[in-house]
């Protein structure tokens, strides 16, 4: 396969990519300070067919625990601390659902007195929660969110006066809008909302869109112009991609709304000092990935902090290597993790909800590629079923 080449030089505070699904122009800001967060990818989804990877987000590409809790840190300082309480946080799965709740525990440490609460959009079904509600997200591999909630954020719910959407990236603003139309409807009492993602190349076009006065924060902002190639048009997106899984009972309880930021019930994790530890979240479940990261680190490991992810994306550029994996959650959607070598791990640590086979698989994969890593799988549990 062709790599990406990049494009002829662009004038300055501009630079283009060219990927073999189109071209990639990014314009208002520096390209120094877009490479010290960003990389980019080709996806293989005829709906978009770029994919900027973020360096800092522990998802695509592993990335250190403390540089994903600063970017977190980064954008809560930007995030109003009198906004009309109660305030509502929603993460955006999959991609974004570590850093969103690493975003409102930072916010929540600065404002403790303001009442908060946290949720996240999910593909997973919990059996006896309540969808609050559901929305698109039109360019995505994986279209359909649910917003479900049950227990102690119910009696919050109808008070609620803010809501923080944090993605991980914006292109156009739209999945914002498709996240607050639906959020305000089901919670009418919503005063104002905020976002807040990694990057955004909107150029706060869809602000006025928003069904309630919205601002927008990021830690880089510009515009973006996607010129669509024949590689885009020819790729295709698996029949199950869109499909939901199904979430454990002892699973994470940000699917359906927190009260203060969670942690797993799950063994101790060790590690000596210098030694690699790649610690994996799989999908939805990335919080407690950047929490034994931060465990590991604290010991003496250097660690790093990445992701199963269900994104179909094509090799060369950002992704210079693809495990495939079944999906634990029972979907039949293929999961993936790229560049699993690249952090130079001595040892692969899974944090789980559910004990699949995604151990065995990685294994598989490493012994064909003659890597002598151990993997492990650490199975984390929550709330009554742990």
């Known amino acids: 396969m062709r790599e990406p080449r990049a494009a002829p030089a662009a004038p300055q505070h501009s630079m283009a990519v060219d990927l073999p699904t189109g071209r990639l122009t990014l314009s208002g800001v520096a390209p120094q300070q877009v490479g010290e967060l960003c990389d980019f990818a080709a996806r293989a989804n005829p709906k978009r067919g770029f994919l900027i990877v973020s360096k800092v987000l522990g998802r695509h590409l592993p990335t250190a625990p403390h540089a994903l809790r600063a970017a977190a840190d980064g954008l809560a300082a930007q995030i109003p601390a009198d906004l009309p309480a109660p305030v509502l946080f929603c993460g955006m799965a999959e991609t974004a659902t570590g850093l969103a709740q690493t975003v409102w525990a930072a916010w929540r440490s600065r404002v403790p007195a303001v009442a908060s609460a946290y949720v996240q959009s999910s593909r997973q079904t919990v059996q006896g929660a309540r969808v609050l509600c559901r929305f698109e997200e039109g360019h995505s591999h994986a279209a359909s969110h649910m917003v479900q909630v049950a227990g102690a954020i119910e009696a919050l719910l109808p008070a609620v006066r803010s809501l923080v959407i944090i993605d991980d990236e914006c292109s156009t603003g739209s999945t914002f809008v498709e996240a607050a139309d639906a959020l305000v409807a089901a919670l009418p009492g919503v005063e104002t909302v905020a976002v807040a993602s990694l990057t955004d190349w909107s150029g706060g076009a869809f602000l006025p869109r928003m069904p309630r006065p919205a601002s927008a924060h990021s830690l880089i902002a510009g515009t973006l112009h996607w010129t669509p190639g024949a590689g885009q048009a020819a790729a295709t997106l698996a029949?199950?991609?869109?499909?939901?899984?199904?979430?454990?009972?002892?699973?994470?309880?940000?699917?359906?709304?927190?009260?203060?930021?969670?942690?797993?019930?799950?063994?101790?994790?060790?590690?000596?000092?210098?030694?690699?530890?790649?610690?994996?979240?799989?999908?939805?479940?990335?919080?407690?990935?950047?929490?034994?990261?931060?465990?590991?680190?604290?010991?003496?490991?250097?660690?790093?902090?990445?992701?199963?992810?269900?994104?179909?994306?094509?090799?060369?550029?950002?992704?210079?290597?693809?495990?495939?994996?079944?999906?634990?959650?029972?979907?039949?959607?293929?999961?993936?993790?790229?560049?699993?070598?690249?952090?130079?791990?001595?040892?692969?640590?899974?944090?789980?909800?559910?004990?699949?086979?995604?151990?065995?698989?990685?294994?598989?994969?490493?012994?064909?590629?003659?890597?002598?890593?151990?993997?492990?799988?650490?199975?984390?549990?929550?709330?009554?079923?742990?």
Do not use: F, K
């Open 239 to 386: 029949a199950t991609a869109n499909r939901h899984g199904t979430a454990p009972a002892s699973g994470m309880r940000s699917r359906t709304g927190l009260l203060e930021p969670e942690a797993a019930t799950r063994a101790p994790v060790t590690a000596a000092p210098g030694e690699r530890v790649l610690v994996l979240g799989d999908g939805e479940h990335a919080y407690e990935a950047l929490r034994i990261a931060e465990e590991i680190a604290a010991q003496g490991g250097i660690a790093a902090v990445q992701s199963i992810t269900r994104t179909p994306a094509m090799l060369g550029h950002a992704m210079q290597s693809v495990t495939t994996l079944a999906d634990a959650y029972g979907s039949g959607a293929a999961c993936h993790v790229y560049n699993l070598l690249a952090h130079r791990p001595d040892r692969i640590v899974i944090a789980a909800e559910v004990a699949g086979a995604q151990a065995d698989e990685l294994r598989r994969w490493l012994a064909e590629a003659g890597a002598a890593v151990m993997v492990e799988t650490l199975l984390c549990r929550y709330g009554e079923g742990a």
